[in-house]
């Protein structure tokens, strides 16, 4: 039976296991050396505005880093994002913090193949079986055979281009103006810029996370500010 992966991915509430900064910095460990014999030992991490999304990235790229790995940092965004940015950098794998709608004190890991869809139920099930047998421990790298990580700073515009090229070219910008919630998550980074681009008519809600406040009387389960606001 199944004691780290759910429906998707590792979730629950973060600093507990198994959502800890010694659960992350494992599943890192047994991650980089799952590509150890890739050329290209690149992992793509990205999160959404959680405040321990930090920690656990921190332990995810540690961990990948001490056993070979390389990290591709590409800061906030959503789940959607990472796993296209994860097929566009020919990364290895991708990883996304997230937590989806939950409260800011629950988060996740997801992760992605190389193709930018989520691993297949043989990765997950190896990836668990390594880590619930302490097979990290065996894993280290040193001298020059050690990890970097590096930040993508063109990541959003890179994903804002890919979702505005798969417009079509008859598109007609509506007369009426658009609302949006963006949860006080990942998208407040990429919504903004995208709807200017395209000439839009809108108005963005919760878009000022702050660590704590992501789908706080907002998002997909508390409709009734957005309901409010359209009808005025």
Do not use: W
Request: hydrophobic content about 35%.
């Amino acid at each position: 039976m199944k004691k780290l992966f759910g429906t998707d991915g590792i979730r629950g509430l973060a600093n507990e296991y198994p959502v800890n900064a010694e659960l992350a910095f494992n599943l890192g460990k047994i991650i980089g050396y799952l590509i150890k014999n890739e050329d290209d030992k690149n992992i793509l991490i990205g999160k959404d505005t959680r405040i321990s999304g930090d920690m656990l990235e921190a332990a995810l790229t540690a961990g990948i880093c001490s056993s070979g790995g390389n990290v591709l940092n590409v800061g906030i965004t959503t789940t959607p994002a990472i796993g296209f940015l994860t097929k566009h950098f020919n990364a290895k794998m991708g990883i996304a913090i997230s937590a989806s709608h939950n409260p800011y004190h629950d988060n996740g890991i997801k992760l992605f193949q190389g193709n930018g869809l989520k691993i297949n139920e043989e990765t997950e099930n190896k990836i668990e079986r390594m880590i619930l047998k302490e097979k990290y421990k065996k894993i280290n790298s040193t001298g020059k055979r050690i990890g970097r990580a590096k930040f993508i700073s063109e990541a959003k515009e890179i994903y804002t281009d890919f979702i505005i090229s798969t417009i079509p070219k008859d598109f007609k910008r509506p007369e009426y103006r658009i609302i949006i919630d963006c949860a006080n998550g990942s998208a407040s980074s990429i919504v903004p810029d995208l709807l200017t681009r395209l000439k839009m008519d809108f108005k963005i809600i919760n878009d000022s996370p702050n660590g704590i406040n992501i789908n706080h009387k907002c998002g997909s389960t508390h409709i009734y500010d957005l309901q409010k606001k359209i009808i005025k």
